[in-house]
């Protein structure tokens, strides 16, 4: 309490401010400050060029602390409190206004006006309300949309005080307020003022202006950081009582309205936002151009490792030599089938081969030749070693191989070639080679048409692929058909098909020994899917520049928000002193981050949903497309911005506030 039974709202005493210069250099801006400010003074602090003025009011605005002295703020040791305890004291206490306005460019006046208000966490309808209340008041109730450039410069400082009041601002703080501005708004800006002192505000103003002293009930006069002169306390006959903060307490961050700063900076921040955008969208884009890619090709993989069977060595009797040297048959007989069942590990049953294209027909009907395949009966010659789907009839038996009958099941083609679609095929006789078959089974379709580029697959097996192929017993085949011992190969089932390998060495070492020649042991899977290595080499380049692209999409969010960041230190600074804490900071610079990159994943995923059949195109690579990968892709982008975006972020959030306002 002091003499006029009120307590002060500033009390300094003994306060001063060194600054540490370079090297043993320190500069003493302050030097011994003892000052008592009450609701309802108008007080001009003069004094000379580099006397200690800003210094002295960013002490008292708590945007700065002094490092003698005590500081007593509406009965508050500002000592006691932290950071964050200042930003607090900083939005419930004090009003800025600056030489230089320092509204932000982005936003309208109004919500200049309601900045304090966010962060103290009014809610929207009464921050409007309120705003356009005060604008009203000071005259400028008919441009509250108008951006700060659409305005003059003493509607600029208006607009300032303005904000300055949002918050209630018990003590009104004003650096040269008149600096900028003509004398006639001037003098326009000093009546706010001196009506704002009448009404129970603490004002200080800081002015080497006469007419600003002139105006003032009180001038405190400072020369090298000490108070030379003080015309002392002149408070107003009866003076108004402060008026309450008007302010809630708040401690959360208004998220809501950083993300609404958030659209108004990406909008306004042209090349800066425009490339966060793109390269995040890029990163995205091939992101999902890989997943795409690689899922494509792993379907690809899995399929042919399906249907040609991961676990089964073809050994041919058809040996291709030197380049320039005729193929020539070399023996395979079923001793050979049974020398490799007996003696080579790791085999689990091994089917003895013979076909040939033979003439078929059906009464006067003669077609093509056919692939007449002999299989042994025991364990049918399937895919995926299931039974072989059949359309109609039965497969066939063990009956039949013990009874070499003259039974055939044939290929769907086949079938619509010799019958017609309503003619039984059953029970009928087709002549092979002029020997009559009765039909047991029709073989269903194969599921899978032959790609281009398979050409591999003139094999038997293509023939099964595409219905012309007929089945007749292994023994029937043997004794009536090819003759004995000339079989074309051996399909050999091994147990393990990770040993495949050393397998075939095994096989090729016993032939070797019976026959003194070399034979072929191939697994068809594997030689399918050796061709998917060069494709496999693209794709390892398309990785490689997915994730370039990503890593290059991470670092131009660094650069250019930390570009943002220094552009941005003003800002930073005004958001700062109306009250906003580290974290409000922090928060705002990761959701604006944020905002970006979900716009960059967005526009990636939509490319990808366009781009993948282009890109199947381009590569020739099998590329899949799920609708999840967009949903994941956009996470990883988002995730990316947040994760690379924390790094500005904290850099702005670290700005000291006195620093960052006294940037130009
Ligand atoms: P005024 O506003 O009266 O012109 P200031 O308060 O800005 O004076 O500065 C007072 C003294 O403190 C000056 O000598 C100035 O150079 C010095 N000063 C102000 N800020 C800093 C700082 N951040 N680092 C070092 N010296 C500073
Ligand atoms: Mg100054």
Redesign the pocket.
């Known amino acids: 309490m002091d003499r006029n039974g009120a307590e002060p709202l500033v009390e300094l005493s003994g306060v001063g401010r060194v600054?540490e210069?370079e090297g043993e250099e320190q500069?003493r801006?302050l030097d011994g400050i003892s000052l008592r400010i009450h609701a309802g003074e108008f007080v001009c602090v003069t004094?000379p060029?580099?006397?200690?003025?800003?210094?002295?009011m960013h002490i008292i605005g708590c945007l700065d602390r002094a490092t003698e002295g005590d500081c007593r703020i509406a009965g508050t040791d500002v000592e006691t409190l932290d950071d964050d305890g200042l930003a607090v004291l900083r939005r419930q206490a004090f009003g800025f206004v600056f030489q230089s306005y320092n509204l932000l460019e982005s936003l309208s006046a109004a919500a200049n006006v309601e900045l304090p208000a966010t962060y103290a966490g009014l809610r929207a309808g009464q921050r409007h309300a309120r705003a356009r209340e005060i604008l009203e008041t000071l005259g400028l109730g008919d441009r509250p949309d108008h951006r700060p450039a659409e305005l003059s410069g003493g509607e600029q400082q208006r607009v300032a005080i303005a904000r300055a009041l949002m918050n209630g601002a018990r003590v009104i703080l004003a650096d040269e307020p008149t600096g900028a501005i003509d004398t006639e708004q001037g003098a326009e800006v000093l009546n706010l003022l001196e009506a704002l002192a009448e009404r129970g505000h603490a004002v200080v103003v800081?002015s080497h202006d006469r007419a600003v002293a002139d105006r003032a009930h009180r001038v405190v006069e400072?020369v090298d950081?000490r108070v030379v002169s003080d015309s002392g306390a002149s408070l107003a006959e009866s003076p108004g009582s402060a008026p309450d903060p008007q302010t809630p307490h708040r401690t959360t961050i208004p998220w809501l309205a950083a993300v609404r700063h958030g659209l108004v900076a990406l909008r306004t921040s042209g090349l800066r936002g425009a490339l966060t955008v793109f390269s995040v969208a890029l990163g995205t884009w091939s992101v999902l151009a890989l997943l795409g890619l690689s899922e494509g090709v792993r379907l690809d993989i899995a399929d042919a490792m399906e249907e040609m069977g991961a676990n089964r060595l073809s050994v041919s009797s058809m040996a291709f030599g030197k380049p320039g040297e005729p193929a020539r048959l070399q023996p395979l007989t079923l001793a050979d089938a049974d020398a490799i069942a007996e003696r080579v590990a790791n085999v689990s049953s091994v089917q003895p081969g013979m076909w040939e294209r033979l003439m078929v027909s059906r009464g006067g009907e003669l077609i093509d030749p056919v692939i007449v395949r002999a299989l042994s009966v025991n364990e049918p010659l399937t895919l995926q070693n299931a039974p072989w789907p059949l359309a109609e009839g039965t497969y066939l038996s063990e009956d039949d191989r013990d009874a070499v009958a003259q039974v055939a099941v044939i290929g769907p083609t086949i079938r619509d070639r010799l019958f017609s679609p309503d003619e039984a095929a059953l029970g009928q006789h087709v002549d092979i080679n002029g020997l009559p078959f009765v039909v047991r089974g029709v073989l269903a379709p194969h599921p899978r048409k032959i790609g281009e580029g398979e050409m591999m697959w003139s094999g038997p097996r293509a023939r099964e692929w595409d219905g012309t192929v007929i089945h007749i017993p292994f023994e029937t085949g043997a004794n009536l058909v090819f003759g004995k011992e000339n079989l074309n190969g051996l399909d050999v089932l091994l147990t393990d098909a990770e040993r495949i390998d050393e397998t075939a060495g095994d096989i090729k070492d016993l032939l070797f020994r019976h026959h003194g020649m070399d034979y072929d042991v191939t697994n068809d899977a594997l030689i399918w899917i050796s061709g998917k290595k060069l494709k496999a080499m693209h794709l390892a380049l398309f990785g490689a520049i997915a994730g370039i692209a990503l890593v290059l999409g991470g670092m131009t969010i660094v650069a250019v928000s930390l570009a943002g960041v220094s552009q941005r230190r003003r800002e930073i600074g005004i958001r700062r002193a109306v009250g906003a804490r580290r974290r409000d900071i922090t928060a705002q610079f990761v959701v604006e981050t944020g905002v970006a990159t979900t716009f960059g994943g967005a526009i990636g995923a939509l490319l990808s949903f366009g781009g993948s059949s282009l890109l199947a195109q381009i590569t020739g690579a099998p590329v899949a497309f799920e609708p999840w990968f967009a949903l994941v892709a956009l996470g990883c982008a988002i995730a990316t911005g947040l994760a690379f975006g924390i790094v500005p972020a904290r850099r702005a959030a670290g700005l000291d506030p006195?620093?960052a306002l006294a940037t130009d």
């Open positions: 600054f210069g500069v801006a004094g060029s580099g006397s200690g003025k800003s210094t002295l800081v400072l950081g006195v620093s």
